[in-house]
C-alpha cells in the first residue's frame, strides 16, 4: 500500500496479513508532491509503479526497491506488461512511454511520443503478442497510438476528424490482438496487430487477457491462498480477511507514520 501524504508518495507499506505487522519502506527518491496514479504487480511477483518522474521497481521478497530511475516527466497514467514479462509505462502529460526488462534489468526511456497543446492522460496501455506497444489518450481529444519498439516509431491511429472528446481506450485479449476504442459517445472500433488497424462494424466482445493493473483506485484482494482482502482501513488502521471457503474473517491492526495531510486552506 501507498503511503501519501504532505510530501506525497514517501512510502511504500507492506503488511503481514496473517499477524498485521507492518514496514514501510521509503520511496527511493525525493516524491516532490507527486504520487502513484497507475501501478502494475507482475507475473514475477514484482510491484511497478512510476511518478515523481521516477520508475520503480519493489520486490516483496527481497521486502526492498530492487530498482529505480528518472525519466520524462512525470507519473504513468496506465501500466502493463507485455507477453515477454517487459513492463511498460505510459506517461502524463506528454504521452510518454518507458519499458523495463526484469530479466536483463534493461531500461528505456522512449520520451515524449505525441506533442498536443494541451495535458494528455494516456489512461490505457497494452501490447500485442507480436511485441507492439498501443495506448488510449485524453481526454481533450480522444487518440490511440501504435508504437514499434524495433524502431522507435509512434503512430497516431485516428485522424484528427474523428477524435471526440474523451478517451481513447485499448484492450489485450487473449488472441492476442488489441482493440482499441476512439471514445466519445459514438466510438469507432478497431483490431490491431503489428502495428496495422481494421475497422469493425460493431464491438468486439473482448476476451481480456489477466493483468494485475489499474489507475490509483487499483485494489488487488486476493491471496495466493485464496484468502480474500475484505476491509483496509486506513483511517481506523484495521484490516479484515476472509477465508471464501470457511467463511471465517480475521481481524488485524496496523501501523505506519505521517507527517500529516496536504491542506489546502483553513
Known sequence: MWLFDHRGGYALLLIDAETGKSEEFPTPFPPGGDCPYASVLSTGNRYYTHFGSHFCEFDPVQRAFTFFEKTTPQMAMSMTEDDAGRIWSATYPNSGLVAFD????????YGSL????????????????????????????????????????????????????????????????????????AATWYECHRGQAAKLQAPPAVNHK???????????????????????DTVERRMVVEDPK?????????????????????
Open 102 to 109: 526484469p530479466a536483463t534489468r534493461a531500461f528505456r526511456d
Open 246 to 266: 470457511t467463511g471465517e474473517t480475521r481481524e488485524l491492526t496496523f501501523e505506519y507514520t505521517s507527517e500529516g495531510a496536504h491542506i489546502m486552506g483553513m
Open 210 to 232: 489477466p493483468c494485475i493493473t489499474g489507475s490509483q483506485g487499483l485494489v488487488h484482494p486476493l491471496f495466493p491462498s485464496g484468502k480474500r482482502l475484505k476491509v483496509c
Open 114 to 185: 505525441y506533442q498536443q497543446n494541451w495535458a494528455q492522460y494516456p489512461r490505457s496501455v497494452v501490447a500485442d503478442d507480436a511485441g507492439w506497444v498501443y495506448f488510449g489518450v485524453g481526454s481533450t481529444a480522444g487518440q490511440v497510438i501504435l508504437f514499434d519498439p524495433q524502431t522507435s516509431t509512434a503512430t497516431p491511429l485516428l485522424a484528427d476528424a474523428d477524435r471526440a472528446h474523451g478517451y481513447g481506450t485499448v484492450y489485450r485479449d487473449l488472441n492476442g490482438r488489441v482493440y482499441a476504442s476512439s471514445g466519445g459517445d
